[in-house]
């Protein structure tokens, strides 16, 4: 079975601070993505990388950055959370074009 | 940037009942997915599809590319189907997806 791990169900932080959200897959495959879910708006992509150290911005990369130093692994990165960041961020993974693999989630509140 | 427009918004049915979701898109893509979230829980891909139609079970997927349309049906409801049910589509097959905002759907007993 595809396996992708979110490093928290649930996180905690405060206005300021920079918060790194981790994705690991394990079926080697090459794309990677973040998106974010919020009622009313639904799901939106944030970034995605279809190779290491590759990155592409989506609809949504104002506030974030990312970082694939390994296949397997790919990183978000809030630099200066907001409260305007609390929300569910989902990471998903892929081969192309394939169905993509969703993590389980990690449900992010800013105070 | 593509408008993913999904119908109902919310549907309640009986058990047993046959159940339709809609799906428009404004954009020419290459794959529409079929995705599903049950309360709490991940998202789990149902379909991926570019052409024609797929079966899996009960769930049937079609598509349109002409006129730019999906449809998820389910066939012989059961409870265990209430879950929200999400389109969403790729422009290329190798980028993010475009989601729509996602069907309610309770089957009562």
């Known amino acids: 079975d595809v396996k992708v791990t979110q490093s928290s169900r649930y996180l905690v932080k405060r206005t300021g601070e920079k918060v790194f959200l981790e994705c690991v897959q394990d079926?080697?495959?090459?794309?990677m993505f973040w998106y974010r879910q919020d009622p009313g708006l639904g799901l939106r992509l944030i970034y995605f990388?279809?190779?290491?150290?590759?990155?592409e911005k989506g609809d949504i990369p104002e506030g974030y950055s990312v970082s694939r130093e390994k296949k397997e692994r790919f990183s978000l990165i809030l630099e200066s959370a907001s409260t305007n960041q609390t929300s569910m961020y989902l990471c998903?993974?892929?081969?192309?074009?394939?169905?993509?693999?969703f993590g389980p989630g990690t449900r992010l509140t800013v105070t | 940037k593509n408008e993913v427009e999904q119908s109902p918004q919310n549907l309640t049915a009986q058990e047993g009942e046959f159940i339709t979701i809609n799906c428009s898109y404004s954009?020419?893509?290459?794959?529409l997915h079929w995705l599903q979230q049950h309360p709490g829980g991940g998202i789990v891909s149902l379909f991926m599809?570019?052409?024609g139609k797929k079966k899996h079970g009960r769930l049937i997927a079609t598509i349109n590319i002409q006129e730019k349309h999906s449809s998820l049906h389910i066939t012989a409801s059961h409870p265990r189907d209430s879950a929200v049910y999400i389109c969403?589509?790729?422009?290329?097959?190798?980028?993010?997806?475009?989601f729509g905002k996602g069907t309610h759907l309770i089957i009562q007993p």
């Open positions: 599809l570019s052409s």
């Open positions: 990388s279809y190779d290491v150290k590759m990155k």
């Open positions: 969403a589509v790729s422009p290329t097959g190798a980028d993010g997806l475009t």
């Open positions: 079926m080697d495959h090459e794309n």
């Open positions: 998903a993974s892929s081969f192309w074009p394939s169905e993509q693999y």
């Open positions: 954009v020419g893509i290459s794959a």
